[in-house]
């Protein structure tokens, strides 16, 4: 009998400065393709944070568990803070393959580059899933700029899940630097 092969394992890696339901989306449709996938919750240091990691992390893992309690016969996924290139925290993990979500054309000619690139240098593969409809202009940074100009975060319901709306609205309460400056460069 031959040996069985390893897990075919994964890394969804991504800011999620906020989680978006087109994230949940990715890692929804990735549990079925793959038998374990890691939600790599990074920092990009060329973004202005709202969430710090560990809030991001908490959120994903909070929201990961409904998903999972739906799905159950899916694979199990772990929800892991990481700095550093995502090449080096895939292959500390022994993942075969990098997922990645794509909503549209721009996604898709940067990340063809990035997958090339990861592919090249680490021998890393890329697999992608193109965002459903209704998720294909959804992304954090339009979430943050909506939360820093608008009054009613209620309207954000169909991008993001209630407990991210709630800790949105947590932070524009204290009036974060980070909604606040998207505030100034908005008016």
């Not at 989680?19 to 890692?27: A, P």
């Not at 721009?106 to 193109?130: H, K, W």
């Amino acid at each position: 009998m031959p040996p069985k092969p390893p897990p075919h394992l994964a890394v969804f890696p991504g800011s999620f400065d906020p989680i978006s339901f087109g994230h949940l989306d990715v890692i929804r449709r990735g549990r079925r393709l793959f038998d374990e996938l890691v939600v790599g919750v990074g920092h990009h240091p060329g973004k202005d944070q709202l969430f710090t990691t560990e809030e991001r992390v908490e959120m994903a893992e909070r929201l990961v568990e409904g998903l999972v309690a739906k799905e159950a016969s899916a694979a199990p996924v772990r929800v892991l803070a990481f700095s550093g290139l995502t090449m080096e925290f895939a292959r500390s993990l022994g993942a075969a393959t990098l997922l990645r979500g794509v909503r549209n054309l721009s996604d898709l000619q940067y990340e063809v580059q990035t997958a090339v690139t990861n592919r090249e240098v680490a021998g890393m593969e890329t697999v992608f899933i193109v965002a459903g409809q209704s998720f294909a202009y959804t992304s954090s940074s339009l979430i943050k700029q909506i939360a820093a100009m608008g009054s009613d975060l209620s309207l954000l319901g169909t991008m993001i899940p209630p407990l991210v709306i709630e800790r949105l609205e947590q932070k524009k309460a204290e009036r974060h630097p980070a909604l606040e400056r998207l505030k100034a460069d908005q008016g």
